[in-house]
């Protein structure tokens, strides 16, 4: 009866661990940790994705018999780092395309112009809104969401659930692919910033060489058709984009959780 007992609480708790590491990854990616998605939505999707992994998940190994409040406060700590490794390099990837909307509708005089982003909740530049659906929508379309499952399957089988913390390499790994936010935001918004500097330039040597023209009259306008020209051209360019954010964040989940 004890070895039962032992059995049941065994497979409980495992799966409050897979349901960890799976909410805490569900917690961060767009549209499940959006403002648009009730909390109790992700949490049921979380729940029953767990009880599909569950028959595949590798055996724990741990001894019931002495478990203890430490051990079990390391084997949520645990399972909490897998899934923000995950669900962070997903997430940064969204993060720095709505940077560099936001630089975008900065240069062209958008800052004000700000609606509520229904993802986030948050007010932010219609450019930066822009770019965000348009690359959440190209993530589903290129299958980013089997590509999130899959790496949440292949993580139990690469840092199985266990008592353990991380290495140093782990968490440094962590925080060095973090800085890539703000060089995605600017290869977003490298096209658009770099013609509106030049095209300020050219309107201040002209207001220096003919000062009797109203040049802020002539510059608001031009700056406004020509950075919208230039982000089609930006948008012309976001599928091959994040392919490549997709596939690096794919090999950063692979290098990085061998490193636990």
């Keep these: ?3 039962l007992l032992n059995l049941a ?3 409980i708790l495992t799966f409050l661990l897979v349901f960890t590491r799976i909410g805490i990854i ?4 767009p549209f499940f940790s959006g403002e648009i998605v009730p909390r109790k939505v992700t949490a049921i999707i979380a729940f029953f ?5 569950l028959p595949i998940v590798p055996n724990p190994g741990i001894d019931m018999n002495n478990l203890n409040v430490l051990t079990l406060i390391v ?7 897998i899934g923000l490794c995950i669900g962070l390099s997903v997430s940064l990837i969204f993060s720095g395309v709505q940077i560099g909307g936001e630089l975008i509708g900065f240069q062209m005089g958008f800052s004000m112009v700000n609606v509520v982003d229904p993802m986030t909740g948050v007010d932010a530049p219609i450019t930066s809104n822009l770019l965000y659906i348009a690359a959440f929508l190209l993530f589903l379309c290129l299958g980013g969401h089997h590509m999130l499952i899959k790496a949440l399957v292949d993580s139990f089988s690469v840092i199985p659930i266990k008592a353990e913390l991380p290495q140093q390499a782990f968490l440094s790994a962590i925080i060095t692919y973090a800085a890539e936010i703000f060089v995605i935001g600017i290869k977003v918004a490298a096209p658009v910033i770099g013609v509106l500097i030049l095209i300020n330039v050219a309107f201040a ?5 003919v000062p009797q023209m109203n040049v802020f009259l002539m510059a608001f306008p031009l700056t406004i058709s020509v950075g919208l020209l230039f982000l089609i051209i930006v948008m012309k360019f976001m599928p091959g984009f994040i392919s490549s954010a997709m596939n ?3 090999a950063f989940i692979k290098a ?5």
């Excluded at 569900?26 to 990616?29: I, N, S, T």
């Excluded at 994705?49 to 992994?53: K, N, Q």
């Excluded at 040597?205 to 060489?209: G, H, S, V």
């Design 75 to 81: 084997l949520l700590v645990h399972d909490l780092l």
């Design 26 to 29: 569900f917690a961060l990616v």
């Design 9 to 11: 609480w065994k497979d």
């Design 1 to 3: 009866m004890n070895d």
């Design 248 to 250: 690096g964040c794919t």
């Design 205 to 209: 040597i002209t207001a220096r060489a």
């Design 256 to 260: 990085t959780l061998p490193l636990y």
């Design 49 to 53: 994705l767990a009880l599909v992994l």
